[in-house]
């Protein structure tokens, strides 16, 4: 791997870090509160896929598991990129063709630019967004996602996607969403990591919580592309003590179940609305993805 080239790379994938700089990042590096436990012997997804990503917010541990799976799967890289892109994709969608303007974004990830508020707002400027994640490097660096525009609001909240009551009871919640008006639920490439057990009923609560016109906007890993590739990934990712949990259609599709889907339905994420630019490449089903966006009726 050339070290020297993921190096200068990071103001092109505009990775937001406390401190970016040519070299790898330390622990030092990181303004976290004292209580936070950044455990960076071990990989952590957010730090895995921000390493896939291109961007600098990772640690040995990370990177050796990172570095594992692109040894032999080299198209990783790009998938990564892809799953982000369809992010900015669903949530540009949700605000400009569905009028959305509160976002609940569970699993958000090391920030990197633009975050889900940056492409909101700019569509319009007062959208509101609450940031949740469980991983405290994000926290460490969740400044780059309280960036909002004057007219809106964003919040951050420590929180995990299995313990909904406790984060939606924080204060920064209320503070930033009205839960009587519509919000967007978005689970972007975070329910992998739980089994099917764990992630529904959190996902059930937290749509309960939401008013009839939201919406949920889920992606999530599938083998159904390319299991020999998804064993790989699978296997990697294990013996780092990370699991992965690989839907078919069928399985991702009952995230779904009561709502009404928006165009296209569930599809392999590259094909959810390419952008005309990307139209060439994208499209043609190559991300081991599902995404989908539903409506709570
Ligand atoms: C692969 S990243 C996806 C980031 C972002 N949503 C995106 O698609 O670009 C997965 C994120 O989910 C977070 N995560 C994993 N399990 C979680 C849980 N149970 N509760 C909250 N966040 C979780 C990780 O810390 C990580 O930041």
Not at 42 to 68: I, M
Not at 217 to 243: K, Q
Not at 247 to 276: I, N, T
Request: proline share 6%; with cysteine.
């Amino acid at each position: 791997m050339d070290t020297d080239a993921w190096g200068s790379d990071t103001a092109d994938t505009g990775t937001a870090g406390a401190a970016v700089s040519e070299s790898w990042l330390t622990e030092a590096d990181y303004e976290a509160p004292p209580e936070v436990d950044l455990r960076i012997d071990r990989a952590h997804s957010a730090r895995v896929y921000d390493y896939l990503l291109g961007g600098k917010t990772n640690f040995p541990a990370d990177r050796e598991v990172g570095d594992r799976v692109l040894a032999e799967l080299p198209g990783v890289r790009a998938d990564a990129a892809a799953a982000r892109a369809v992010m900015h994709r669903m949530v540009r969608r949700l605000a400009e063709v569905h009028g959305v303007r509160q976002f609940l974004d569970v699993g958000t990830g090391i920030p990197t630019t633009p975050n889900l508020h940056e492409i909101v707002q700019a569509v319009d400027p007062a959208c509101r967004v609450v940031y949740v994640d469980n991983d405290p490097i994000v926290l460490a660096h969740s400044r780059a996602l309280l960036t909002s525009t004057p007219e809106g609001r964003t919040a951050y909240v420590q929180g995990d996607l299995r313990e909904p009551e406790r984060f939606l009871a924080d204060p920064g919640v209320a503070a930033t969403l009205d839960l009587r008006e519509p919000v967007a639920l978005t689970l972007v490439n975070i329910v992998h990591f739980l089994s099917d057990e764990v992630a529904h009923p959190p996902v059930r609560k937290l749509l309960d919580a939401l008013p009839a016109g939201s919406f949920l906007a889920l992606t999530a890993a599938t083998a159904d592309l390319a299991p020999e590739r998804a064993e790989v990934a699978d296997r990697r990712y294990a013996e780092a003590g990370i699991s992965l949990h690989f839907r078919s259609r069928e399985r991702f599709e009952r995230f779904f179940a009561g709502l009404e889907l928006d165009e296209p339905g569930v599809v392999l994420v590259d094909r959810w609305h390419p952008e005309p630019a990307e139209a060439a490449a994208a499209g043609e089903g190559k991300v081991g993805l599902y995404g989908g966006v539903g409506r709570k009726e």
